[in-house]
T-cell receptor, first 109, second 114 residues
């Protein structure tokens, strides 16, 4: 069974204080690893898809990387608007996604 | 990427009743999914809605409790039947974005059963 574990559960940052979120996974035959942002009361918003170890993707202050066992979401010089829950999901085999529990990031001004 | 309209956005329902949630997509998609997000938890896949055939349910979810319709390639409904307080969750519709590289989600339906 696919397993996705995210850490930490919660992260409190000062504005400008860079940090990383971790997503470790156990799947047989990874088809893709996805990062989403979810704001309270809203559906997940797509950020990145990574397909193979060594791949990196960037969007504004966010950078996602992938190894054979885990993925990192780096937040560089975060701003208060980066406060959200960040979800990691894996796709293996068919089209189903398995989600981690998420990391709730709070950025204080 | 696809744009999803999900209705209602929230509802408060009496136990024992049923609620039907609608998911409308602005383009034709082959695969539509229904997820549940219980308070403070992550997303769990309920079922895959198949056009022209019965939905495919995940372990722990059954058709009698969560009947799904998929009459065409842009629309699906999920019904939560005979509700109890344990059904209080956010229900989300999702589609696989064939043009992009990810899965798009609706804004969700926040259901409270009293």
């Amino acid at each position: 069974e696919d397993q996705v574990t995210q850490s930490p559960e919660a992260l409190r940052l000062q504005e400008g204080e860079s940090s990383s979120l971790n997503c470790s996974y156990t799947v047989s035959g990874l088809r893709g690893l996805f990062w989403y942002r979810q704001d309270p009361g809203k559906g997940p918003e797509f950020l990145f898809t990574l397909y193979s170890a060594g791949e990196e993707k960037e969007k504004e202050r966010l950078k996602a990387t992938l190894t054979k066992k885990e993925s990192f979401l780096h937040i560089t010089a975060p701003k208060p608007e980066d406060s959200a829950t960040y979800l990691c999901a894996v796709q293996a085999g068919d089209y189903k996604l398995s989600f981690g529990a998420g990391t709730t990031v709070t950025v204080r001004a | 990427s696809a744009v999803i309209s999900q209705k209602p956005s929230r509802d408060i329902c009496q136990r024992g009743t049923s609620l039907t949630i609608q998911c409308q997509v602005d383009s034709q998609v082959t695969m539509m999914f229904w997820y549940r997000q219980q308070p403070g938890q992550s997303l769990t896949l309920i079922a895959t809605a198949n056009q022209g055939s019965e939905a495919t349910y995940e372990s722990g979810f059954v058709i009698d409790k969560f009947p799904i319709s998929r009459p065409n390639l842009t629309f699906s409904t999920l019904t939560v039947s005979n509700m109890s307080p344990e059904d209080s969750s956010i229900y989300l519709c999702s589609v696989r974005d064939l043009q992009g590289v990810g899965y798009t989600f609706g804004s969700g339906t926040r259901l409270t059963v009293v």
